[in-house]
């Protein structure tokens, strides 16, 4: 399995940063399949620098929950691969699986039916035929003979958080989320859990997000091995290091920072 980060910062951008942070995605490479895990703004490009053909992959495509910074580059990946029928020649894209928390079938209504400038969506080029979409909310998801994806729901505005398991290895992703110990369940003895680490300390900590002696808690709770952070807010930049001291003195698990294009195999 290779990880591939395409996306680590938040909403905001941060020009200062050391390394770029755009919206949340990760790519995830098993054989020859790959699996998208959210797809903010500018996904696509991170894609295509990789030379990697967006008519075909991803093959699947997991949402955390439907805030912005997380999926808006689903609208053009579905209007690709169905133009793609009428521009080249190498056929329609390939059908996407899309899993999601509750509402997905709707927000696809509203997005591609009900905005009357995107109507179009549905009227000329049925978005259907390019989309596979499955509602979740707990336990396995999704399994095929080489991989198996199982999640469970977490503390941000109707949140899911993911786990891969994949050849004896695991692979968790938190999404954005409060303090919730569900994910230590989930997360129990993973490898590697992604875990967003929106602020950089108690004080700054604001909304359903985590900072470092919060996500220690949990690592200690689910014995996770390694954790990796993600979704930074500028005001953690500058911070990197006070942050992994803090949580490498509350817990024994390895810990490192994301930061776009940066990959790693398990
Ligand atoms: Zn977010
Ligand atoms: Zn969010």
């Not at 399995?1 to 910062?9: D, N, Q, Y």
């Not at 075909?56 to 580059?73: A, E, Q, S």
């Not at 990946?77 to 699986?97: A, E, M, W, Y």
């Not at 808690?217 to 930074?232: E, P, Q, W």
Request: charged fraction near 25%; proline fraction near 4%.
């Amino acid at each position: 399995m290779r990880i591939t980060f395409l996306g680590t910062g938040s909403i905001i951008p941060n020009p200062k940063a050391r390394y770029m942070r755009s919206y949340s995605s990760i790519l995830i490479e098993i054989g020859g399949e790959k699996l998208l895990f959210d797809i903010g703004p500018g996904t696509l490009t991170k894609l295509h620098t990789l030379k990697i053909n967006t008519q075909i992959h991803p093959d699947f495509l997991f949402l955390t929950h439907y805030h912005i910074d997380h999926t808006l580059d689903y609208i053009p990946l579905v209007k690709s691969r169905h133009f793609n029928q009428k521009t080249c020649d190498i056929g329609i894209g390939k059908p996407l699986k899309v899993f999601g928390p509750p509402g997905l079938k709707r927000w696809n209504k509203d997005i591609f039916h009900n905005v009357r400038e995107w109507d179009y969506m549905s009227k000329e080029l049925n978005y259907r035929e390019v989309t596979n979409c499955t509602e979740i909310k707990t336990g396995t998801i999704t399994t095929t003979k080489n991989w198996k994806v199982s999640c469970c729901a977490i503390d941000h505005d109707n949140g899911i958080a993911f786990r891969l398991d994949s050849n004896g290895k695991s692979f968790v992703y938190s999404g954005d989320m409060g303090y919730d110990e569900r994910i230590c369940k989930l997360g129990k003895n993973a490898d590697v859990v992604v875990i967003e680490c929106s602020f950089p300390d108690k004080k700054s900590l604001n909304g359903k997000h985590l900072e470092p002696e919060l996500i220690a808690n949990l690592a200690k709770i689910g014995n996770f091995k390694s954790i990796i952070l993600t979704h930074l807010y500028p005001i953690v930049h500058g911070k990197e290091k006070s942050i992994i001291k803090t949580i490498q003195e509350l817990t024994d698990c390895k810990v490192s920072i994301a930061h776009d294009f940066k990959t790693s195999a398990l």
